[in-house]
């Protein structure tokens, strides 16, 4: 996808827009895919085991620039504010902010830098973007949950893992769990209950999120780190009927 940074316009291959526009139409596609992950909330009402809008706000934000952060705070904002109160849910859209921000800067400083030790410093990129930035997300969530009274101290740990775990891996009927792998070969690496790497799915793309879905839970779908595209891999294991992770 074609794209050049302008001071108050984005061109996006031969169509080109107003910044304002840009965010807007960025914020929304942020509501709609944080509003698709709070469908899947279970024991809490604002934690999902699958949160396809963090994939979407570091690919947001490593595509078109650092500009894009308020698109990614005034949708996450909104979500969460039909399900929180504004105090809350401004504190959870500013984790979900710091999230996307943290993410798409470990992807660009590391991934782009070149060297012998490419691949090795492309993959410490993806471990700390998926692993380390969905931490703080993570942290604020649960810690203004807290506060507000919507979790306690003996549900926070189990929110936490919940809250984290919503981005970047999924987990199988038999226990196999699926968590992206990037540099020039991306792919789902897939482990075995017992921790053994049994093999890995290539993908065209880099991925930074997966989940199962469908009818029958036999399609496992991933969120492109580049151009905002979405796979679907048809797969002979099945998800979690109970959860869609």
Same mark, same amino acid.
């Given at each position: 996808?074609?794209?050049? &940074?302008?001071?108050?316009?984005?061109?996006?291959?031969?169509?080109? +827009?107003?910044?304002? &526009?840009?965010?807007?139409?960025? &914020?929304?596609?942020?509501?709609?895919?944080?509003?698709?992950? +709070?469908?899947? %909330?279970?024991?809490?009402?604002?934690?999902?085991?699958?949160?396809?809008?963090?994939?979407?706000?570091?690919?947001?934000?490593?595509?078109?620039?650092?500009?894009?952060?308020?698109?990614?705070?005034?949708?996450?904002?909104?979500?969460? %504010?039909?399900?929180?109160?504004?105090?809350?849910?401004?504190?959870?859209?500013?984790?979900?902010?710091?999230?996307?921000?943290?993410?798409?800067?470990? +992807?660009?400083?590391?991934?782009?830098?070149?060297?012998?030790?490419?691949?090795?410093?492309?993959?410490?990129?993806?471990?700390?973007?998926?692993?380390? /930035? #969905?931490?703080?997300?993570?942290?604020?969530?649960?810690?203004?949950?807290? +506060?507000?009274?919507?979790?306690?101290?003996?549900?926070?740990?189990?929110?936490?893992?919940?809250?984290?775990?919503?981005?970047? #891996? /999924?987990?199988?009927?038999?226990?196999?769990?699926?968590?992206?792998?990037?540099?020039?070969?991306?792919?789902?690496?897939?482990?075995?209950?017992?921790?053994?790497?049994?093999? #890995?799915?290539?993908?065209?793309?880099?991925?930074?999120?997966?989940?199962?879905?469908?009818?029958?839970?036999?399609?496992?779908?991933?969120?492109?780190?580049?151009?905002?595209?979405?796979?679907?891999?048809?797969?002979? %294991?099945?998800?979690?009927?109970?959860?869609?992770?």
């Amino acid at each position: 996808m074609a794209f050049l &940074a302008l001071r108050d316009r984005l061109l996006i291959g031969r169509t080109s +827009l107003p910044l304002w &526009a840009a965010l807007s139409v960025a &914020a929304l596609c942020y509501f709609l895919a944080a509003q698709a992950g +709070l469908g899947f %909330a279970s024991a809490f009402d604002a934690i999902s085991p699958i949160w396809p809008a963090s994939g979407l706000a570091v690919a947001l934000l490593l595509q078109f620039g650092l500009r894009m952060w308020p698109a990614v705070a005034v949708g996450a904002f909104a979500a969460n %504010a039909l399900v929180l109160d504004p105090g809350t849910a401004l504190i959870v859209a500013g984790g979900n902010t710091l999230e996307a921000v943290a993410g798409a800067m470990i +992807l660009r400083r590391l991934i782009e830098r070149p060297g012998e030790t490419l691949i090795l410093v492309r993959t410490v990129g993806y471990v700390l973007s998926a692993g380390f /930035a #969905t931490m703080i997300s993570a942290t604020m969530g649960v810690a203004a949950l807290y +506060l507000a009274g919507e979790v306690t101290g003996e549900t926070a740990p189990m929110a936490w893992i919940t809250w984290w775990g919503g981005d970047g #891996t /999924a987990v199988d009927k038999d226990g196999r769990i699926y968590t992206t792998v990037g540099g020039q070969n991306p792919g789902v690496a897939v482990i075995s209950p017992k921790g053994d790497l049994l093999g #890995t799915i290539p993908v065209p793309r880099n991925l930074i999120s997966v989940a199962f879905g469908g009818t029958d839970k036999k399609q496992l779908y991933g969120v492109a780190i580049r151009d905002v595209q979405i796979f679907s891999i048809p797969t002979i %294991a099945q998800g979690l009927k109970g959860r869609p992770k």
